[in-house]
């Protein structure tokens, strides 16, 4: 079946810093891809979407390349802030009915 | 902005225990459904539906009942709440299924002693 995995359980960084999280999907099919970013007591917000017609997103300085070759979707940022620290998954879409999320990656982000 | 509200935000019961977890979404998003969080599993589903009376099965269904009163109403049952449930819940919508965007409302953290 369709899954995504995020093998960082944590992220730990400065202020200024690259951030880079890691995440590969499995599916048989095209599937839309997902960044969601979770905020500490809040659900899940989209942060940014690739479809297969569009193979990069960009939001808030925040950016994800579709890589069908590596089956890749990292999330970039070229200088954290510390408002940044948050929860931040990977999901997909199949065209089915739901959507698939990686287990999550924790960003901390210190001042 | 989709608004997606939960209640209540927190519940404490007991094995054995029965339990009803609510959701209300006011946008007339088609699509509705049941998460829970856990530390190491991400957000796994549950149940969701694409309209009133409608429910379809997810991906960690064993223990829970669904049931969608309404277009804007999405109700979790734990009938027989077990310490294995001890989870954060989400209730997410969307327009539709595909490629499209789920909002979340806030969660509800439960507690099963």
């Known amino acids: 079946g369709d899954s995504v995995t995020q093998k960082q359980g944590q992220v730990t960084l400065s202020e200024d810093d690259f951030l880079f999280i890691n995440c590969t999907y499995s599916?048989?099919?095209?599937?839309?891809l997902f960044w969601y970013v979770q905020y500490p007591g809040q659900g899940p917000q989209l942060l940014l979407k690739?479809?297969?017609?569009?193979n990069k997103g960009i939001s808030r300085g925040f950016e994800a390349t579709y890589d069908k070759g590596t089956t890749s979707f990292h999330l970039q940022k070229a200088s954290v802030q510390e408002s940044d620290s948050a929860v931040y998954f990977c999901?997909?879409?199949?065209?089915?009915?739901?959507?698939?999320f990686g287990s999550g990656t924790r960003l901390l982000v210190s001042p | 902005e989709a608004a997606v509200t939960q209640s209540p935000r927190n519940k404490v019961t007991v094995t054995g225990g029965n339990v009803t977890l609510s959701c209300r979404q006011t946008?007339?998003?088609?699509?509705m459904y049941w998460y829970r969080q856990d530390t190491g599993h991400g957000l796994r589903l549950i149940h969701y539906?694409?309209?009133?009376?409608?429910?379809q099965i997810g991906d960690v269904p064993d223990g829970y009942k669904a049931t969608r009163t309404t277009q804007e109403d999405f109700f979790l049952l734990l009938e027989l709440a077990s310490p294995s449930q001890t989870s954060l819940y989400f209730c997410?919508?969307?327009?539709?299924?595909?490629?499209?965007?789920?909002?979340f409302g806030p969660g509800t953290r439960l507690l099963v002693l």
């Open positions: 997410a919508s969307s327009e539709t299924s595909n490629q499209d965007t789920q909002y």
């Open positions: 599916t048989t099919t095209y599937p839309t």
């Open positions: 690739v479809t297969t017609a569009n």
């Open positions: 999901a997909l879409e199949t065209g089915g009915y739901k959507v698939v």
């Open positions: 946008n007339s998003h088609n699509y």
């Open positions: 539906s694409y309209g009133a009376g409608n429910l």
